[in-house]
């Protein structure tokens, strides 16, 4: 190769490095690094789990230009006070359930569960096809934050007993904690309804100041060790049919979001919904099984008089609701109504009628 050649080769070998170099920080990725605060301990089964999954997804799936990193309960808030956090930009979002936002607005706990109200499914359907995004969205914007539902329950159940419970005498006074609309439906018979943590239950519990409490179901009730300090586990939880939880953002870090990670939050929001489903179903089963054999926990309907007082005060509480002096949670009230009548007819022919069908042959 000729001296001349080689130098102008090199020459311009070293132009397009430079080139390179100079260009790199101009076509950079426009990074977003986002603090996630949630209502959860690390890992807990289930919630703890679905808050990370949703974090790793955001971050992935936008190929890192959207960086999500989790903080637990307590590591830059308390798990009570993430909706505030994010609300005034301490934090970008937050993983929580709306059912612990009735201070704010009763109207934020229909979309987290309902007394004798939606399942999994039915929530979704509510939220997608019947107008009931439009108003959660209207509602959280009141307080700066978009939401979104991000994970399901299913069904969970009535809760964990220290004593048996053979009437509805025997639930007045009882000391029981719960959250949403289930604590004003538990209120209306008699019980001494209190607020408090997963962990607080246990404590509670253990020292005797609770007489009863439910939290999830089998799967992450066995992780937080309810069958240690009270063996009476009742079925079903009709407060609360289903259990919604939440990825709320704040509106303004939202509103500067180019439409394409916009897309990517809603994606990761939908996708860990259905998946969180079937596995919270998947290893209630399994965890139920385990609670029987092994942990001796005494598994009780709940007795019908119970289950019908429930019934008559839940249809209160939200009937409250559609007379609230609040314009917007009369609608919010309005919409679950409606959808919930128009699907409870259908389901009654579909779901209900094949589980009925199916346990007339199987005996399950």
Same mark, same amino acid.
């Given at each position: ?61 936008? #190929?890192?230009?959207? &960086? ?53 499914? +039915?929530?979704?359907? *509510? ?40 009437? !509805? ?14 604590? +004003?439906? /538990? ?31 089998? *799967? ?14 009742? *079925? ?5 049919? %289903? ?10 870090? *939202? ?13 990761? /929001? ?8 079937? &596995? ?7 965890? !139920? ?26 249809? +209160? ?8 002096? #609040? ?14 009548? %128009? ?22």
């Amino acid at each position: 190769m000729k001296r001349r050649q080689f130098i102008k080769i090199g020459a311009a070998g070293v132009t397009s490095t430079a080139a390179l170099t100079l260009a790199a920080p101009a076509i950079a990725k426009d990074i977003k690094q986002w603090k996630m605060v949630t209502s959860w301990p690390k890992n807990l089964p289930g919630p703890g789990v679905n808050a990370q999954k949703i974090a790793d997804m955001i971050t992935n799936i936008s #190929d890192g230009r959207l &960086e999500i990193k989790l903080y637990a309960a307590g590591e830059i808030v308390p798990g009570n006070g993430v909706f505030d956090a994010v609300s005034e930009g301490t934090a970008e979002l937050y993983h929580s359930v709306p059912a612990y936002w009735g201070s704010k607005s009763k109207g934020i706990l229909m979309f987290g569960s309902q007394p004798f109200g939606l399942r999994a499914d +039915e929530q979704l359907g *509510w939220l997608k096809h019947a107008g009931g995004q439009e108003l959660y969205e209207e509602m959280y914007a009141r307080f700066g934050l978009k939401a979104f539902l991000c994970e399901n329950t299913g069904p969970q159940w009535a809760g964990w007993f220290r004593n048996e419970i053979n009437s !509805l005498d025997d639930l007045k006074g009882l000391k029981f904690r719960t959250t949403g609309l289930a604590s +004003e439906m /538990c209120s209306k018979i008699g019980m001494a309804v209190q607020a408090m943590s997963g962990r607080a239950m246990f404590q509670a519990l253990q020292s005797g100041s609770l007489d009863a409490g439910e939290f999830i179901g089998p *799967w992450t009730d066995s992780a937080l060790g309810y069958y240690q300090v009270a063996k009476n586990y009742y *079925w079903p939880g009709v407060g609360e049919p %289903s259990s919604a939880a939440e990825l709320a953002v704040n509106l303004k870090e *939202w509103e500067a979001l180019p439409d394409d990670l916009k897309h990517v939050v809603k994606l990761a /929001c939908d996708s860990v919904y259905i998946s969180s489903l079937t &596995e919270y179903q998947t290893n209630h089963a399994k965890a !139920l099984v385990k609670l029987v054999n092994e942990h001796g926990v005494k598994v009780h309907k709940l007795p019908d008089d119970v289950i019908e007082a429930m019934g008559e005060a839940a249809k +209160e509480v939200i009937g409250e609701l559609r007379e609230s002096d #609040d314009d917007l949670i009369r609608r919010i009230a309005e919409s679950f109504v409606a959808y919930r009548d %128009s699907i409870g007819s259908y389901m009654v022919h579909a779901d209900n009628g094949e589980m009925n069908a199916r346990n007339q042959v199987l005996g399950y």
